[in-house]
């Protein structure tokens, strides 16, 4: 791949899938620099991962694996700046009715939120309906264990949001 | 709960399509930029840095060895000197390989996981070995330099020193490594 087809394959990539991008990132990110730095962090891995995309899996497949990969990983070298803005402020587009459904999607998300990394990933690729074997590819886990732990999951979240 | 958990997954697919989330357009990265400013990630900036630096070294080795063949310094010094760059050299190979071993988009997220602590591990390791050690040469040079006999105490004092940074410096790096082993750990449980 030369480097003009390569250009137009990250835009391509990052314009169809950029909002599943910053999704993910968001479910990381401690504050907006951080969110920053994710999604930058994100965009290079996918830009010198291109080389390597064989085309076996779907691209959303391998556009999430390269953001879980690089979120779980990614290492924060400078610590929290007590100025950096905090995400509470920021929500994902949520649409709000102002309703008992709305307030309990919202403290779902606070809940996923709360987990820890790999649950999360496991969650998130759930909730957009990858497959057990999918998740068990993208987690490097054997599908028993992608469905256990997806077990202990929903429990624990419906415990968290009795509390 | 179902229910809930179905209006959930509905409400986190549909973020897929969104154009930006909730945030504003000022927040959204301007990701043409990311290559028009030379999109590198963090594993690959640790290659090239740790390549610059490997290629220094490497030098310096040579030159140090070339000492026995024509003096410029004392054959101790230039013996330290061979010995110190050469452990160097390796020590920054393998954090340059290990680099270029890492692909997102290939690995699983346990693989990524176990590269990246493979990765901080070398890091960590040379700083902890490099540093009390560039210490000590630096004291053992000054010494034989200066003729000054005080310079062995604070040759051992330099690399004491050096040791403490080191390990000082290398505490965020052992903290995130601690973190991922015991993910990697929850991940093959």
Redesign the interface.
């Known amino acids: 791949m030369n480097e003009t087809e390569a250009?137009g394959l990250?835009?391509e990539i990052?314009q169809r899938?950029?909002?599943?991008i910053?999704?993910v990132c968001?479910m990381y990110a401690e504050d907006?620099e951080h969110l920053?730095d994710l999604?930058?962090?994100v965009?290079?891995?996918?830009?010198?991962?291109?080389g390597?995309?064989s085309g076996r899996s779907k691209v959303?497949t391998?556009v999430y694996?390269?953001a879980?990969?690089?979120c779980?990983?990614?290492?924060r070298?400078h610590g929290k700046h007590s100025s950096a803005e905090r995400l509470d402020g920021?929500?994902?587009?949520?649409?709000d009715d102002g309703d008992e459904?709305s307030a309990?999607?919202k403290e779902?998300y606070e809940l996923i939120g709360r987990l820890?990394?790999?649950d999360k990933?496991i969650v998130?690729l759930w909730?957009?309906?990858h497959s057990y074997d999918e998740i068990s590819?993208?987690?490097?886990?054997t599908r028993a264990?992608v469905a256990s732990r997806l077990h202990r999951i929903?429990q624990r979240l419906?415990s968290m949001a009795n509390e | 709960m179902n229910s809930d958990i179905d209006y959930l997954k509905m409400q986190w697919q549909s973020l897929n399509t969104s154009a930006s989330g909730n945030r504003n357009d000022a927040d959204a990265p301007d990701f043409s930029n990311v290559l028009k400013n030379g999109a590198v990630s963090s594993a690959a900036r640790v290659k090239r840095i740790y390549t610059m630096i490997l290629v220094i070294c490497l030098i310096w080795t040579v030159l140090s060895l070339a000492n026995f063949v024509f003096p410029v310094v004392p054959e101790l010094v230039g013996g330290l000197m061979a010995a110190f760059f050469l452990l160097m050299s390796g020590m920054l190979a393998a954090t340059v390989r290990r680099a270029g071993m890492i692909d997102f988009g290939r690995m699983s997220v346990a693989d990524a996981m176990k590269s990246v602590c493979r990765l901080e591990s070398l890091i960590m390791w040379r700083r902890i070995i490099g540093i009390p050690l560039a210490f000590l040469l630096l004291s053992v040079m000054i010494w034989h330099f200066s003729g000054n006999a005080f310079m062995i105490g604070g040759a051992l004092c330099g690399a004491a020193a050096g040791l403490a940074i080191g390990v000082a410096l290398a505490r965020r790096i052992r903290e995130s490594i601690r973190e991922m082993k015991h993910l990697i750990k929850e991940l093959e449980r």
Not at chain 1, 17 to 20: E, Q, R, S, T
Not at chain 1, 90 to 95: E, K, N, Q
Request: glycine fraction near 4%; charged fraction near 25%.
């Open positions: 250009t990250f835009n990052m899938h950029d909002a599943l910053y999704k968001y907006l920053r999604h930058q962090e965009a290079a891995n996918i830009w010198s991962g291109l390597s995309f959303s391998w694996r390269v879980l990969n690089t779980i990983t990614f290492f070298r920021m929500r994902l587009d949520i649409v459904r309990r999607l779902m820890d990394r790999i990933a998130m909730l957009d309906e590819s993208v987690m490097g886990m264990n929903r419906a």
